[in-house]
């Protein structure tokens, strides 16, 4: 790639050139529209950063570029709010269940921390009514969280295309909070760090939050987080501490549009197939 390009790219990632170094390198990989196109899914995009390499990697530059609706991936940032203002002291505060029934997994009382693994959008409902529009709009603008906007309804602008963001800013924003540098405690960001893991195994751990847009003529499905792949250190000889094992982060986003909006399959599965895939494919996961 020609460096007259390279320089073109790197003025609208709005967010990650503000934690990347103008020298970052910045790779297209075409190759991952495989994954994708195994499922019959025409529009998608995936953003990788390797830390540790300083260098971006994107399928789909226009589209890693596009503000979309972040759906259940706003529950990260609304957990981060609830936390920092003390709407929930910890998170074990419990919301008792209205009693009506919707799914099965949220069918009862729960903590955040379950209503996070189970993306409890009634739980996370009342903690946005509970913050209300002031602490939330306070917070998303500190933050430049996305196009900033949450409207009228405070429980519903995450889901209805008010609040919009993009995969390139998605990804500075979990970068930003693994290294606890947005707007709120150092406890906040930890808990909800600890809240985002969800595979735990030899060589990588990988955290992540899903999100599925459902809006007229249009399911979006996302997955943002990162990966810690262990890797062995060897110190210098001095050193009695031979053979550390030392985590390097990969921050990823992907999305992508569910072809002719055919529910038919099991689209969370397959999202998820999909991240592990091009995690493989990069070597942020074994």
């Known amino acids: 790639m020609r460096i007259s390009r390279i320089f073109l790219f790197l003025l609208p990632l709005t967010v990650v050139i503000f934690s990347s170094c103008r020298e970052s390198r910045i790779k297209e990989h075409d190759e991952w529209s495989k994954y994708f196109e195994e499922h019959g899914i025409k529009k998608s995009c995936f953003i ?8 971006i990697h994107y399928y789909n530059k226009e589209r890693c ?3 979309f609706s972040p759906a259940s991936t706003f529950k990260i940032f609304n957990s981060l709010v ?3 203002t003390g709407i929930a002291p910890d998170e074990q505060m419990v919301i008792k269940w209205d009693s009506v029934v919707r799914r099965p997994e949220w069918n009862k009382d729960m903590n955040m921390r379950e209503a996070f693994k189970v993306s409890n959008l009634i739980y996370f409902q009342e903690i ?3 913050i209300g529009p002031n602490l939330m709009q306070h917070y998303i603008d500190t933050a430049h969280y996305g196009n900033m906007r949450i409207g009228g309804a405070i429980d519903q602008f995450w889901l209805n295309d008010t609040l919009k963001i993009s995969a390139d800013e998605e990804l500075g924003f979990v970068k930003r909070l693994y290294f606890n540098e947005l707007p709120f405690s150092e406890r906040s960001q930890r808990i909800v760090r600890s809240m985002m893991l969800r595979e735990d195994t030899t060589g990588y751990k990988l955290y992540y939050k899903t999100g599925w847009s459902d809006l007229p003529g249009r399911q979006l499905l996302w997955v943002v987080g990162f990966a810690e792949r262990e890797v062995s250190v060897k110190e210098p000889k001095e050193s009695m501490n031979k053979g550390n094992m ?3 982060p990969y921050f990823f986003a992907e999305n992508f549009e569910i072809p002719n909006n055919d529910t038919t399959k099991d689209w969370a599965k397959i999202r998820i197939d999909i991240l592990h895939n091009l ?8």
């Open 246 to 248: 030392r985590a390097y």
């Open 65 to 67: 570029l596009e503000r």
């Open 82 to 84: 609830a936390l920092e």
């Open 128 to 130: 946005a009514r509970r």
């Open 48 to 55: 990788l950063r390797d830390n540790n390499h300083e260098s």
């Open 279 to 286: 995690l493989r494919d990069y070597g942020a996961i074994n």
